[in-house]
């Protein structure tokens, strides 16, 4: 069994026991999260599609750590005009465990 989730803007495709970054959620190492907007669930051939979501489905997760993404460099500049601008961005990161589809 199968899902796409929509969290933090973006959205993944999840199977049990599947590993993945995403951005920060609330909650403490070990701890469980429910994620509520599911797109789609699917289970070999029978697939349901959510108008936008799947009424009744739930997917449920472990944290199993808060990191931190690589930095990334923003860099401006004009030319000939003695102009820049560097700014640097780390994401926060939350990695989870997919424990359980639920497809209604």
């Given at each position: 069994?199968?899902?796409?989730?929509?969290?933090?803007?973006?959205?993944?495709?999840?199977?049990?026991?599947?590993?993945l970054?995403?951005e920060r959620?609330?909650?403490?190492?070990?701890?469980?999260?429910?994620?509520?907007?599911?797109?789609?669930?699917?289970?070999?051939?029978?697939v349901?599609?959510?108008?936008?979501?799947?009424?009744?489905?739930?997917?449920?997760?472990?944290?199993?750590?808060?990191?931190?993404?690589?930095?990334?460099?923003?860099?401006?500049?004009?030319?000939?005009?003695?102009?820049?601008?560097?700014?640097?961005?780390?994401?926060?990161?939350?990695?989870?465990?997919?424990?359980?589809?639920?497809?209604?």
């Amino acid at each position: 069994m199968y899902a796409v989730i929509k969290t933090g803007g973006k959205q993944y495709r999840v199977a049990k026991d599947d590993v993945l970054k995403i951005e920060r959620v609330a909650g403490d190492a070990g701890g469980k999260v429910e994620f509520k907007d599911i797109l789609l669930v699917g289970s070999g051939d029978s697939v349901k599609i959510g108008a936008p979501l799947v009424s009744g489905a739930l997917v449920t997760a472990e944290l199993v750590e808060h990191t931190r993404g690589p930095k990334l460099i923003a860099f401006k500049k004009r030319r000939r005009k003695n102009s820049r601008r560097k700014k640097g961005h780390r994401q926060d990161l939350t990695t989870i465990r997919i424990t359980s589809i639920t497809g209604a």
